[in-house]
């Protein structure tokens, strides 16, 4: 399920870089206190902070079929995966400069599924 998490977020830095004459993605991780954290973030087209609420929600999305295919199930899927292994999922960006899509997962392998996260 998560290599789904993956090719999404990565499907979409590819989809949304396509615009530009070079594009960047960059790939990584990091623990941060009891989680670990992973991230894809790009140099695309970016979006307005202002209307992240949708980002997650199904067939909600932030640009038209015309200027990007798909169906806006991708993030959702993210978001439902994620949150089934006890992480959470969030989205950084800006008009033109680009975005970063984050998850994490408890560092825990011991924690129990289903036992949420403290955040």
Not at 9 to 34: C, D, Q, S, W
Not at 40 to 60: C, E, I, T
Not at 85 to 100: D, I, K, L, Q
């Amino acid at each position: 399920m998560v290599r789904q998490v993956f090719f999404n977020l990565i499907g979409n830095a590819l989809k949304f870089t396509r615009p530009r004459e070079t594009a960047v993605i960059e790939v990584g991780g990091y623990t941060a206190g009891p989680e670990n954290v992973y991230y894809v973030r790009d140099n695309g087209v970016g979006f307005d902070m202002a209307g992240s609420d949708r980002l997650f929600a199904l067939f909600r999305r932030l640009h038209t079929e015309k200027e990007f295919e798909g169906t806006g199930a991708g993030l959702a899927i993210v978001s439902r995966v994620i949150e089934r292994h006890c992480g959470r999922v969030w989205a950084e960006g800006r008009p033109g400069e680009g975005a970063s899509f984050y998850f994490s997962l408890p560092a825990d392998r011991d924690r129990p599924p289903g036992t949420g996260h403290d955040g």
